[in-house]
């Protein structure tokens, strides 16, 4: 009898993608997908530990899912990632109905584990050394990278990938957990990068997006041969058949001129480039140990809007960081009020056990505070969104379709290839796009004429005559998406 998967999963792309290549793997050993965690064998919960708030959801989950365990004692119960990086005897402690705990450096591991218990083997736990455990290379060995082949029935589309170029971080921000759960910072071979973008071409795919904790860090050493981001984007821009290139997330010092250059200078490279500033004032980027100060933030600014100047800069901020005054929060709201940000991801502070920030920093700014901050911080950056946007009104723009937007996808639309519904895609400078057009448009470089803006999307109708004609396959399973969670599930009937 086919056994069936359930899988969730919370926080970033590379989790996203860690999903996908685990799934992959089970369904080579003959797994199914579930449609819900009632009539699975297998439920995994793919986990993040940036923020308390990701690591409440996952607990919140575990505590549901402990009623079907009941039910099913042969259910098998995962934790996969970050949390069981960081928080292995917690897990057990909070969820003793957990069978797998499998950080993301043995997630290579999963089939065979979940083979191992379900044949009576008893619960397992398989984690890497902690970044103080061994040397470097020790570490770095048991943060084994996970480059399984590729399933393209497991994709969220078939046309859209994202391409791993490297494992880790060693920048240890004070408040990031990440160096401490994803190990050493390692680059995947440059050729294997290429092969693989070469293999989802030949599968259909259109886009591919390059994703490292620190993607623009990006050095693959082979002899007295050094290979940067620039190079790899050189590479993969000559590949026929794929059409755009995109790369995330930065970090500033390293935005190198080469690297600025290349996405001037090579036509798949989409003019997006995101460059988390994460504070305004250079004493909380001191006590944050990004390496930075707000001039440097700044002249890396003008390196790329003097080379770019129609690129879309993106950022990511911190408000209610340890100490932070009113004075330095308002060097935050000037920052994003004069950089022209296309938008920013905004967070408030969340102390994360085993950081600097945790260790030797009091959380000493209060949750009604941070809760203030972050609606004004939000609002000044709506207003310089739908600016920016406004610029795009009356032009033809290029989009890529992605599918329903996310009004028909919370309306549930069931529809036809043939019948109009309201769809959603992206510009090559990464704006959200939404338009009345055909189902059968997903997947398909349209051009649309734009005729409103708003501060996170751009209104308009597909000009006449210019749908490309690009065959869709059909889609095996969707990625449904609630805020930070992510359900592989098969698809309903599209």
């Given at each position: 009898?086919?056994?069936?998967?359930?899988?969730?999963?919370?926080?970033?792309?590379?989790?996203?993608?860690?999903?996908?290549?685990?799934?992959?793997?089970?369904?080579?050993?003959?797994?199914?997908?579930?449609?819900?965690?009632?009539?699975?064998?297998?439920?995994?919960?793919?986990?993040?530990?940036?923020?308390?708030?990701?690591?409440?959801?996952?607990?919140?989950?575990?505590?549901?899912?402990?009623?079907?365990?009941?039910?099913?004692?042969?259910?098998?119960?995962?934790?996969?990632?970050?949390?069981?990086?960081?928080?292995?005897?917690?897990?057990?402690?909070?969820?003793?109905?957990?069978?797998?705990?499998?950080?993301?450096?043995?997630?290579?591991?999963?089939?065979?584990?979940?083979?191992?218990?379900?044949?009576?083997?008893?619960?397992?736990?398989?984690?890497?050394?902690?970044?103080?455990?061994?040397?470097?290379?020790?570490?770095?060995?048991?943060?084994?990278?996970?480059?399984?082949?590729?399933?393209?029935?497991?994709?969220?589309?078939?046309?859209?990938?994202?391409?791993?170029?490297?494992?880790?971080?060693?920048?240890?921000?004070?408040?990031?957990?990440?160096p401490h759960v994803r190990g050493p910072e390692q680059a995947r071979a440059p050729a294997t990068i290429v092969a693989e973008a070469r293999k989802l071409v030949a599968?259909?795919?259109?886009?591919?997006?390059?994703?490292?904790?620190?993607?623009?860090?990006?050095?693959?050493?082979?002899?007295?041969?050094?290979?940067?981001?620039?190079?790899?984007?050189?590479?993969?821009?000559?590949?026929?058949?794929?059409?755009?290139?995109?790369?995330?997330?930065?970090?500033?010092?390293?935005?190198?001129?080469?690297?600025?250059?290349?996405?001037?200078?090579?036509?798949?490279?989409?003019?997006?480039?995101?460059?988390?500033?994460?504070?305004?004032?250079?004493?909380?980027?001191?006590?944050?140990?990004?390496?930075?100060?707000?001039?440097?933030?700044?002249?890396?600014?003008?390196?790329?809007?003097?080379?770019?100047?129609?690129?879309?800069?993106?950022?990511?901020?911190?408000?209610?960081?340890?100490?932070?005054?009113?004075?330095?929060?308002?060097?935050?709201?000037?920052?994003?009020?004069?950089?022209?940000?296309?938008?920013?991801?905004?967070?408030?502070?969340?102390?994360?056990?085993?950081?600097?920030?945790?260790?030797?920093?009091?959380?000493?700014?209060?949750?009604?505070?941070?809760?203030?901050?972050?609606?004004?911080?939000?609002?000044?950056?709506?207003?310089?969104?739908?600016?920016?946007?406004?610029?795009?009104?009356?032009?033809?723009?290029?989009?890529?379709?992605?599918?329903?937007?996310?009004?028909?996808?919370?309306?549930?639309?069931?529809?036809?290839?043939?019948?109009?519904?309201?769809?959603?895609?992206?510009?090559?400078?990464?704006?959200?796009?939404?338009?009345?057009?055909?189902?059968?448009?997903?997947?398909?470089?349209?051009?649309?004429?734009?005729?409103?803006?708003?501060?996170?999307?751009?209104?308009?109708?597909?000009?006449?005559?210019?749908?490309?004609?690009?065959?869709?396959?059909?889609?095996?399973?969707?990625?449904?998406?609630?805020?930070?969670?992510?359900?592989?599930?098969?698809?309903?009937?599209?």
């Amino acid at each position: 009898m086919t056994k069936r998967l359930w899988i969730e999963t919370v926080g970033c792309q590379m989790n996203v993608l860690d999903s996908e290549l685990v799934v992959a793997a089970l369904r080579r050993q003959g797994w199914d997908m579930a449609r819900g965690p009632a009539e699975a064998d297998a439920v995994l919960y793919n986990t993040c530990s940036v923020r308390q708030h990701a690591e409440d959801k996952v607990y919140s989950a575990l505590g549901r899912i402990r009623q079907e365990k009941q039910r099913k004692p042969d259910l098998v119960v995962g934790v996969l990632g970050c949390m069981a990086q960081k928080d292995q005897e917690l897990i057990r402690r909070r969820a003793p109905w957990v069978d797998l705990i499998v950080g993301p450096g043995q997630l290579h591991q999963v089939p065979m584990l979940v083979a191992d218990v379900l044949g009576g083997g008893g619960p397992r736990l398989e984690v890497s050394l902690e970044r103080k455990g061994a040397a470097r290379d020790v570490i770095a060995r048991s943060f084994e990278s996970y480059d399984p082949d590729r399933d393209p029935a497991m994709r969220p589309t078939p046309f859209q990938a994202f391409v791993r170029t490297q494992t880790g971080c060693d920048k240890f921000c004070a408040f990031c957990v990440v160096p401490h759960v994803r190990g050493p910072e390692q680059a995947r071979a440059p050729a294997t990068i290429v092969a693989e973008a070469r293999k989802l071409v030949a599968e259909g795919c259109r886009e591919i997006t390059l994703i490292g904790q620190t993607v623009n860090s990006y050095r693959s050493r082979d002899g007295g041969r050094t290979t940067r981001l620039s190079d790899l984007l050189v590479m993969l821009d000559a590949i026929d058949g794929l059409d755009r290139i995109k790369f995330v997330t930065n970090y500033p010092r390293d935005m190198t001129d080469d690297l600025i250059a290349a996405v001037r200078d090579l036509p798949k490279v989409c003019r997006y480039l995101h460059v988390p500033a994460q504070h305004g004032s250079d004493a909380v980027l001191t006590r944050m140990k990004r390496g930075y100060t707000i001039g440097d933030y700044l002249e890396m600014l003008g390196r790329i809007r003097s080379a770019l100047p129609d690129a879309a800069v993106t950022s990511d901020f911190i408000v209610g960081y340890c100490g932070e005054t009113d004075a330095e929060f308002g060097l935050t709201l000037d920052l994003v009020r004069s950089a022209g940000f296309k938008n920013s991801f905004i967070f408030k502070y969340s102390p994360r056990p085993g950081t600097r920030a945790h260790e030797r920093l009091a959380d000493d700014v209060p949750e009604a505070v941070k809760k203030e901050r972050n609606r004004l911080l939000l609002e000044a950056q709506a207003e310089v969104s739908v600016a920016g946007n406004r610029r795009f009104v009356g032009t033809r723009q290029r989009v890529l379709v992605e599918g329903l937007s996310a009004r028909d996808e919370k309306r549930d639309v069931a529809a036809g290839p043939d019948e109009v519904v309201q769809l959603s895609g992206r510009t090559m400078c990464d704006q959200i796009v939404v338009f009345d057009a055909p189902l059968r448009l997903v997947g398909r470089l349209v051009d649309v004429d734009v005729r409103q803006a708003g501060p996170w999307s751009l209104a308009g109708a597909v000009a006449d005559g210019l749908a490309e004609a690009v065959p869709l396959g059909s889609l095996a399973f969707s990625v449904e998406s609630a805020p930070e969670v992510y359900q592989i599930a098969p698809r309903r009937g599209r």
